[in-house]
């Protein structure tokens, strides 16, 4: 089969990997339209899987994301523990923890039962894609597809090529992420973090930078964050927010303020601490913030609500159909 004449709303796509994300990006392909097969590695994801993926489905129907019921896409959904099931696949997604060895017996495990015309993607966030490319024989049809959790309610992507990918097959997967929903990203050339990890964490060296040097608090640093660029961030992007309020300002103010920015380059000694002392945020309650069982129950609930929100912001916008012409196969 030739996967670039396909109609995409007829492949089968795989997911490896049934955790938080994996799930998540599993319900994203049902409500697109496509058969799905799900590997669960691990035993203990697999036991949970369905209510999981039943539940999410239900939010997605709550927002109005799915055209016909729950249990019509669910029944278009298979799980399974063995990777035989992912045959006719036409492309397979790995959603496993963020570790080489693990990874690369995944992959091992992906390419002896799929055909030389799948593509494989991996949807790590910190690992270089050129690097995860090595470990399969067809490093051509290897590419990144990063996903934002959650995967069904948000319109991020990115696709990012390593140094053997061939273009062909990261372009189709673009034109595919737009029938997703998405409005995807092309990273051409392979490089640390990608792009969004790369704005982020330069955004958090500065807050921590401030954090620890005394000169803010980090309530003061999240409400500064959250009531500024929180307020515009979703409907301009950087650039346009500079073209909306005046490049000449900026221009004075990077000549002024960018010799003054961090430029630290070790893990923020206050996170540190947390970490050695097994710190995970609210799933232990032990976090940068203090938790209780309460508050953290909250936030989980208000973050459900929160997408709940951008699902129905995103709606009001039209789709960037000049990028997809250009691109679609």
């Known amino acids: 089969m030739d996967i670039l004449k396909t109609n995409p709303a007829e492949i089968e796509v795989g997911v490896v990997g049934i955790g938080l994300m994996g799930s998540s990006i599993i319900v994203s392909l049902l409500a697109s339209g496509h058969r799905v097969k799900a590997?669960?590695?691990?035993?203990?994801?697999?036991?949970d899987a369905g209510n999981k993926i039943k539940d999410q489905l239900n939010n997605c129907l709550h927002v109005g994301l799915l055209k016909n019921s729950v249990s019509y896409y669910f029944n278009r959904l298979e799980i399974s523990t063995n990777y035989s099931c992912l045959a006719n696949c036409a492309l397979v997604m790995e959603c496993v923890i963020e570790d080489i060895d693990i990874k690369s017996q995944v992959y091992k495990k992906i390419t002896d039962v799929v055909p030389a015309t799948t593509i494989i993607a991996s949807n790590t966030?910190?690992?270089?894609?050129?690097?995860?490319?090595?470990?399969?024989s067809v490093p051509e049809r290897f590419i990144g597809v990063h996903f934002a959790e959650p995967a069904?309610?948000?319109?991020?992507?990115?696709?990012?090529?390593?140094?053997?990918?061939?273009?062909?097959?990261?372009?189709w997967v673009f034109a595919l992420a737009h029938h997703w929903g998405k409005e995807p990203t092309l990273l051409r050339k392979d490089i640390r973090g990608f792009i969004t990890n790369r704005l982020m964490y330069a955004v958090y060296r500065e807050i921590f930078h401030l954090v620890d040097s005394g000169?803010?608090?980090?309530?003061?640093?999240?409400?500064?964050?959250r009531y500024s660029v929180g307020s515009w961030i979703t409907l301009m992007g950087l650039f346009r927010r500079m073209d909306y309020t005046g490049l000449e300002d900026y221009a004075e103010i990077f000549k002024n303020l960018f010799p003054k920015l961090s430029n630290a380059d070790h893990v923020p000694h206050i996170m540190e601490k947390i970490v050695e002392d097994n710190g995970r945020g609210i799933q232990n309650?032990?976090?940068?913030?203090?938790?209780?069982?309460?508050?953290?129950?909250?936030?989980?609930?208000?973050?459900?609500?929160?997408?709940?929100?951008?699902?129905?912001?995103?709606?009001?916008y039209p789709d960037n159909v000049a990028e997809k012409e250009r691109i679609l196969i």
């Open 152 to 171: 069904y309610a948000t319109r991020f992507m990115e696709i990012t090529c390593g140094e053997h990918t061939d273009a062909k097959y990261a372009e």
């Open 39 to 47: 590997v669960a590695p691990i035993p203990a994801d697999f036991a």
């Open 285 to 316: 309650l032990k976090g940068l913030y203090p938790y209780t069982d309460k508050e953290a129950k909250e936030w989980e609930r208000a973050f459900e609500a929160f997408n709940e929100d951008i699902f129905r912001l995103a709606a009001l």
């Open 215 to 225: 000169k803010t608090t980090m309530e003061d640093a999240d409400k500064a964050f």
């Open 125 to 136: 966030s910190a690992i270089a894609i050129t690097i995860l490319q090595q470990l399969v």
